[in-house]
């Protein structure tokens, strides 16, 4: 549902650097396996082998406003990768002012305790870590051909058996999961993430196509700052992902940890939307070899 926008407001919105020029409106996502997919925003693409746009949200009853900074790219045409620092053999704090020179995306991955990245962890190759539980704790996973696949809980020890997993991080919850679909955990009375909670978000899906999306949200109330930590539920949030296209979403970590940095071919300044907190691990699109 579109809301309606007057003449002037479209003029402004225009002239603030091409955002999009209508705000729609997010509820939580249709549990319903037979509702019918809300139509994906129109949005002003920038950029070229990644592209990224900005789309204006209303989020919910109270149609909190929000700003979705969305980019896509396909994985056929860069390398994905972790990303970390290291120090005297351990790993160090990591946040935007880390990622490598020529990085074309970063951000930040996976959930993380006191001591490091939390769940299962891949990278060049090596198992790190191994796979954490909950139902609801899915995994991106770069394959040897440099495929992305965001993978159940249920499909992770198939995953780990095979030779295939060149990169590999698990977060939680699965938003999508299989043709664009919220997992039944997620739309359970007893589910095991908080349906209500709003909070600053980041999460990363899989089109079709095989095209990915990353999706992060800043508050658009004027009164407060932009990394104020008020954003979609878990519920809206997957169904931003499903309106942008992805079939399976993964969230990474949001509220204080949420980063993204987008880098043209142009050698231009990159778009940067820095994070309150350092995380241990980074995930980093680079040109491919």
């Known amino acids: 549902m579109l809301v309606t926008v007057t003449p002037l407001a479209y003029l402004a919105a225009q002239a603030r650097a091409q955002r999009v020029v209508t705000s729609s409106v997010i509820d939580a996502i249709s549990c319903n396996e037979t509702a019918s997919p809300l139509a994906?925003?129109?949005?002003?693409?920038?950029?070229?082998?990644?592209?990224?746009?900005?789309?204006?949200?209303?989020?919910?009853?109270?149609?909190?406003?929000?700003?979705?900074?969305?980019?896509?790219?396909?994985?056929?045409?860069?390398?994905?990768?972790?990303?970390?620092?290291?120090?005297?053999?351990?790993?160090?704090?990591?946040?935007?002012?880390?990622?490598?020179?020529?990085?074309?995306?970063?951000l930040n991955a996976g959930q993380f305790i006191d001591d490091g990245p939390w769940g299962w962890v891949v990278h060049r190759g090596r198992e790190w870590q191994p796979p954490?539980?909950?139902?609801?704790?899915?995994?991106?996973?770069?394959?040897?051909?440099?495929?992305?696949?965001?993978?159940?809980?249920?499909?992770?020890?198939?995953?780990?058996?095979?030779?295939?997993?060149?990169?590999?991080?698990?977060?939680?919850?699965?938003?999508?999961?299989?043709?664009?679909?919220?997992?039944?955990?997620?739309?359970?009375?007893t589910a095991q993430v908080d349906r209500t909670h709003r909070d600053t978000r980041l999460a990363i899906g899989v089109r079709r196509d095989g095209h990915v999306i990353i999706a992060l949200s800043r508050y658009a109330g004027g009164a407060l700052p932009d990394r104020t930590p008020i954003g979609p539920t878990t519920p809206e949030m997957a169904e931003l992902m499903r309106r942008l296209g992805a079939v399976r979403a993964l969230m990474l970590d949001g509220g204080l940890s949420a980063q993204l940095l987008v880098r043209g071919r142009t050698g231009a300044a990159p778009q940067r939307w820095p994070g309150l907190r350092d995380v241990p691990l980074a995930l980093v699109v680079h040109d491919a070899r």
């Open 40 to 106: 994906a925003p129109r949005l002003s693409w920038r950029g070229d082998d990644v592209q990224w746009s900005e789309w204006s949200v209303r989020l919910g009853a109270r149609a909190v406003p929000a700003r979705i900074i969305v980019v896509a790219f396909d994985p056929a045409q860069l390398r994905v990768a972790l990303d970390l620092v290291q120090k005297d053999g351990a790993l160090a704090p990591w946040n935007l002012d880390a990622a490598p020179a020529r990085a074309r995306i970063a």
């Open 132 to 189: 954490g539980e909950g139902t609801l704790a899915g995994a991106l996973v770069v394959d040897t051909t440099g495929a992305v696949h965001i993978v159940p809980r249920s499909a992770i020890a198939e995953w780990r058996r095979s030779a295939a997993v060149r990169e590999a991080v698990q977060s939680y919850p699965t938003l999508l999961e299989g043709d664009a679909r919220p997992p039944a955990a997620l739309c359970a009375a």
